[in-house]
């Protein structure tokens, strides 16, 4: 029987640098077409942004800079793009579907049992992350300073995590409403991750995932199923997981 090939996921934006020599666009009688040219100059504009407002702040990265660090021009960059605004959301919404496909593919795959799979998620999430700063530092801090819009993609990405709580069970007290509880989990979740993010620790989020592993799965299984799946959520067990395309000089350490 043949085993299908899982599709290899896009690059995280900010994995490879915006001028990087492999994506430079070549003239000749075989340069690439239209659409193939604005592809990659959005891929590069995607990396650019991610680099320059992790480096300087959303507020002090400018149209000009995000070119430069893409080598993309500025009649290119708004050709594909009404402002930055519109560049960090759309390099946002690219990066966050990037993620949530390699949580849901280790979801998917840790086997039935709830607590592995949410163990799995969480250890993708953080090992992802720590494998890219720029993009954890933009997504999850800077995108505090781009505007109403992209706190309202936060958001909704907050909301779609509790689909990995869906078979979580009712939890241990019948009086507590679940939806709630959910909530609760993947805020605490989610400002334990970004407090070590703004802290400018983001390679150290994967010696994060037993407590993590703890306090998601606690509340629904109780102390005791809760430490025993904390237990087997060691940070370096077996190979991790880091965004597609990372350069091997961001990838958190591991033994």
């Known amino acids: 029987m043949t085993t299908q090939r899982r599709p290899h996921p896009a690059p995280l934006p900010g994995a490879r640098p915006g001028r990087d020599p492999d994506r430079a666009i070549k003239r000749g009688p075989r340069r690439l077409s239209a659409e193939?040219?604005?592809?990659?100059?959005?891929?590069?504009?995607?990396d650019g942004l991610v680099r320059e407002v992790a480096t300087k702040g959303y507020d002090n990265a400018r149209v000009t800079d995000i070119c430069h660090a893409a080598g993309v021009t500025r009649p290119a960059f708004y050709a594909l793009f009404s402002g930055k605004e519109d560049a960090f959301l759309a390099a946002y919404r690219h990066g966050v579907a990037v993620l949530s496909q390699l949580m849901e593919s280790?979801?998917?795959?840790?086997?039935?049992?709830?607590?592995?799979?949410?163990?799995?998620?969480?250890?993708?999430?953080?090992?992802?992350?720590?494998?890219?700063?720029?993009?954890?530092?933009?997504?999850?801090?800077?995108?505090?300073?781009?505007?109403?819009?992209?706190?309202?993609?936060?958001?909704a990405l907050l909301g779609s995590f509790r689909r990995f709580f869906a078979d979580a069970g009712p939890g241990p007290t019948a009086d507590v409403d679940r939806d709630a509880l959910v909530?609760?989990?993947?805020?605490?979740?989610?400002?334990?991750?970004?407090?070590?993010?703004?802290?400018?620790?983001?390679?150290?989020?994967?010696?994060?995932?037993?407590?993590?592993?703890?306090?998601?799965?606690?509340?629904f299984l109780g102390t005791d199923d809760a430490a025993r799946a904390t237990r087997l959520a060691r940070p370096a067990d077996g190979p991790g997981t880091t965004a597609p395309c990372a350069p091997a000089g961001e990838a958190a350490t591991r033994s």
């Open 183 to 219: 909530s609760t989990v993947v805020g605490g979740i989610h400002a334990t991750v970004r407090s070590r993010v703004a802290q400018g620790r983001a390679t150290e989020l994967p010696q994060l995932l037993p407590v993590l592993t703890y306090a998601a799965t606690a509340p």
């Open 36 to 46: 193939a040219v604005a592809a990659t100059q959005r891929d590069r504009l995607f």
């Open 106 to 155: 280790a979801y998917r795959e840790a086997g039935p049992t709830w607590s592995d799979a949410a163990r799995a998620a969480l250890r993708t999430l953080l090992e992802v992350l720590a494998s890219v700063p720029a993009f954890a530092r933009m997504a999850l801090v800077e995108v505090d300073a781009a505007g109403p819009d992209a706190r309202r993609e936060r958001d």
